[in-house]
Structures are given as C-alpha cells and as structure tokens.
C-alpha cells in the first residue's frame, strides 16, 4: 500500500488525477470505478485539466440512493452526469449506476454486479471513506466478500448526507451499493481522504484489524492500493504497519 500525504484537498486531486490519468493513458477504453461524495470533486476538477481524450472510457459509479425520483438533483446519477461525465467529456452511454428507482432495486443490483464483470472488471477504483468506516454504502457489519445490493443506509451516514437535502427526513433510508467484495475485484483501489474528522477512521481503516466493523479495513486485502490524504486526515497514520509507504508529495500548481 502507498499513501501520499499532501497538504491540502486540492492536492490530493493533483496527486489522484495524476494516477487516474497515467491509467487512462496506458488504456484509454480503461473501466474506471466512480464514487461520488466530496472528496472526488478535487480529483474530477484535476483529471479534467489533463486534457484527456476520455471518449473510450468506461465507467461504473459504486452506489446509488433508492427511492429518489428520477432527475433528483442529489440522486447520484444527476451527480455522477454533472460532475464526472460531463467534467471530464465521458460517452454518457458508457457512464453506468446502479438504478435505483427499479422496480426490482435487489435485482437491478445483482444485473450491475453482472454488467461490472461483463464489461472485464473495473481498472481503478475511486473510493472515499464515511466516518464511520463505510466505502461506497457498505455500512459496518457488511460481509467482507458481499456484492452489490440493497442496503439500508446508516443514521450517520444520513445526517452526514443531510447537508445535500433541504432536511434529514428527505434522505433516503435505503440504496444500492456495490459490495466489499466487488470492490475488492477492481484491479487498483485508491481512497481519496481529507479533513481532521477522517483522521481516525483511516488509521482504523488501514491499520485495524480487517473486520466488518470497519469496512474500509478490506483495504488491507488488496495488493494494489494508493491512499491519498491531506495532512489532517493523516495526523494518525504515524502507527501504521510496516508494508506502508508513506510520501509526503508536494504537486506543482
Ligand atoms: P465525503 O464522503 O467524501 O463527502 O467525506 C465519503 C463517504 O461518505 O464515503
């Protein structure tokens, strides 16, 4: 695992753009793995600026709420269009999340899991992390190997969600997420995370024990992983096994 500290938010988009962009340019119909939430805003904002022809690129979102009408500002597939596909000039034709205004939301999960798999697997990752150790909407207890499906969203993961809806009542109880497992499967996995308030939770993450009770622990399981942190959120990582690599990484504007 390689974690590069980096001083503020919009660096860790400098840093992780420049990964996503070294992928795409090694494969330019690479299968990119999406996540919404506002630490990828800065690494959107950055692989926009490379300037690269993304017309080839595919891409799969990890979650989606249930129960949102469709065209819901806040539904992830309306920020997924307005901040990914149309940011970094995506084919919207090849830009997928998971549906969740299906009539059959468990079966549309288990088709985007399949649809995952029959486009080669995702290439690279983009993963943040929620306070309470969720990566996409596996919420603590999620099995280690689950696969994408309907979960039920935690309280905090809501109110932490609140500040996107007029209310803490608006926020749907319910949603599709990819599972660990299916995370797991993409060929490269890198977390983008900022702020004092991730600081214990990455350090739980990448140095705690492997367990359900943080699922951003199944880092650890992977061979590839790239952890980018400003330095408030990496205040804790001074106590992290030896197989970590850690870089203080200064980008040039
Ligand atoms: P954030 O959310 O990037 O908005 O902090 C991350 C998450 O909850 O997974």
């Known amino acids: 695992m390689e974690i590069y500290v980096v001083p503020d938010a919009p660096a860790t988009g400098v840093i992780a753009a420049g990964i996503l962009a070294a992928v795409v340019r090694s494969k330019p119909n690479a299968v990119l793995g999406i996540a919404t939430g506002s630490s990828p805003i800065p690494v959107y904002k950055a692989l926009a600026a490379h300037g690269l022809d993304m017309s080839q690129v595919r891409a799969f979102a990890l979650d989606e709420y249930v129960g949102l009408r469709a065209g819901h500002p806040q539904s992830y597939a309306e920020v997924v269009r307005r901040e990914v596909t149309e940011q970094l000039g995506l084919d919207p034709a090849r830009v997928a999340v998971p549906d969740g205004g299906a009539a059959d939301p468990h079966q549309a999960a288990v088709n985007y899991d399949a649809a995952i798999r029959e486009a080669g697997g ?20 999620s099995e280690l190997d689950s696969r994408t499906r309907v979960e039920v969203l935690a309280d905090r993961t809501r109110q932490a969600n609140a500040r996107y809806f007029r209310s803490l009542e608006d926020v749907p109880t319910r949603c599709i997420t990819q599972g660990l497992g299916t995370i797991l499967e993409a060929r490269q996995l890198l977390m983008v995370v900022r702020g004092a308030d991730k600081a214990e939770v990455l350090a739980a993450a990448l140095s705690g024990p492997v367990s359900p009770d943080c699922p951003g622990s199944v880092l650890q399981l992977h061979p590839h992983v790239t952890v980018v942190a400003d330095q408030a959120a990496a205040m804790h990582l001074g106590a992290c096994n030896a197989q970590v690599r850690v870089q203080i990484a200064t980008p040039s504007p």
């Not at 995702?122 to 993963?127: E, G, K, M, R, T």
């Open 122 to 141: 995702i290439d690279v990752q983009l993963l943040g992390i929620g306070h309470n150790g969720h990566i996409a909407f596996n919420e603590p207890g």
